[in-house]
Each structure stands twice: as structure tokens, then as C-alpha cells.
């Protein structure tokens, strides 16, 4: 049975699902709208694949945008191990949703074998989330209100995607296989799944904003079903060259895939441009036996 529920531990990815206005457009009702409809189309299917595996933790991958840190303090991994995290955010401000839950024992848990195994993460005990955590868990869980409770407890981990330098997609992939062995580790056998967030290519600024390569997204996406060797070896200079500057996202789903076997089964796919101002890409993958 335990090895049956491990087998389980699946991951997603999504990107798309960080872009804010996307938080925006569910929290003001307007996803039925000609610009919106095809982005929610794609995720019917991820919502009711998420409700069939209901989940006890949510280990999600994602980046902040100088919500909780800013330049003062730039940690490349910073781990949530305090109880909960309340929503914060730039611009359209806190967006009303739950406060995000911990699993305070399996996070600590995490904490102490990523150390002893030599990833030296930062410890959080408090820190706010922004969109870049709760636009995904909104995009998977669907209309999840402010008086409501997410489905699931989650485990935040942050990535610098922000500021220069961002950690290769080689360290996230190790990463992701240093994650799992924490996971497999832990006491009690529980359902977790593992959320890759941010990109695909998009720029904000400057002279290449506005910037998709939707070529270049959807080889990303073979190869995360595919080659995720290969895709742990694509260089800073190629996401920037080719995704745009805020492209480099794409390391954080290195972590989730680091985190599966080298074999997957692709559940599920959707991808489309443009969201706001970026592709959005999404993919479910689960372990094969
Ligand atoms: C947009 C996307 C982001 O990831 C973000 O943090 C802010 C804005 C956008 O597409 O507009
Ligand atoms: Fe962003």
C-alpha cells in the first residue's frame, strides 16, 4: 500500500496559472468571457483530475515578486515551515483567498533532510505568499473562497527567479530528486503531490516585452514528458535567448520533474497565448510503476 500511494505522487506544472490577471479574472467572475474561456477550458480537466486525487500536501514550487523578499534579502530556496502563510501581493494587492495551510512536521521533516543531504535551503518560518502560489492553487482547485479552506495543506517552497543570478535547471533537478527522497522518507504515508510553477517564455520589460516563443514552449513541454535530462541541461543564456526574460521560470519546473521518475505518463496538456502577457502552459505527469 505504501509503495501504491508513492507511486502517486504526481506533478504538475503550470505556469500560465501564475500570471496574476488570471487570479484577477477568477476573483472578479469574468472567466466565461471570449478572451478567457479557452484558458478555463483547459483546466476543467486538470480541476477534475485534482479532485479525483485528492491530496493531502501540496508541495509547491513557485517564485515571489517582491512580496515577501525584496533586495534586501534574496535566498535562491526558501522553505515555508511556519503554520500558515496569508496572501499578500504587489499591484491588484492581496488577492481573497484562504490563508494558506502548512504542514508544519512534514516541512520541518524536509527542511532537516535537504540540509543533511547537502541542499542548504533557507528556513521560513513566517512569510506572506503571493500570486506566484495562489494563482496555481486557485487554477487546480477552482473558486476557492476567502470563508472557504484550500483543499489541501501545502508546502511552499520559493525560488529566486528574480533577481540575477537564479539557480541552474541542473540544481533544481537535483533538487526535485533530493525533495522526493525527503517526501519518501517522512513517517506517514501521505498523498502528495508536487506543483512546478512559473513561465513559459514571456518578457515584462524593455525592448523585447511582449516576447512568446510558443515553438520553444511546446519542445519544453516534450521534453518534460520525455527528456528531462536534456531539459535540465538547457543554459540561463537559451531561456533568456529564447523565452524572454522572465522565461527563466522554467528552472522551478526542473524541481517538480527532478522530483518524478525519469518515466512518466503525460495526463494532460494545455496550452495557450496569449494570458495577459504570456503563453500559458500546463501539463500533468504521473509516475509510471
Ligand atoms: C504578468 C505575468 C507575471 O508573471 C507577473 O508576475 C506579472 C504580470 C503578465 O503577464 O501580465
Ligand atoms: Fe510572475
Known sequence: HRVDRRQRQMCIRDRCSHVPAIGVAMDTGITHE???KPVFEGFKKSREWMKKQNPDVIFLVYNDHCTAFDARCIPTFALGCGVEFQPADEGWGPRPVPAVKNHQKMASHIAQSLVLNEFDITIMN????????????????GDIKQNDEWPALVIPLCVNVVQYPAPTGNRCYNLGKAIRRAIESYEEDLNVIIFGTGGMSHQLQYKRAGLINSDWDKRFLDLMTEDPVGASQITHLEYLRETGSEGIEMVMWLIMRGALNENVTEVHRHYHVPASNTAVGHIILENNA
Request: hydrophobic share 45%; aromatic share 16%; no cysteine.
Open 126 to 141: 513566517e512569510m506572506e505568499v503571493d500570486h506566484g502560489l495562489t494563482v496555481p492553487l486557485s487554477v487546480m482547485f
Open 34 to 36: 471570449e478572451y478567457w
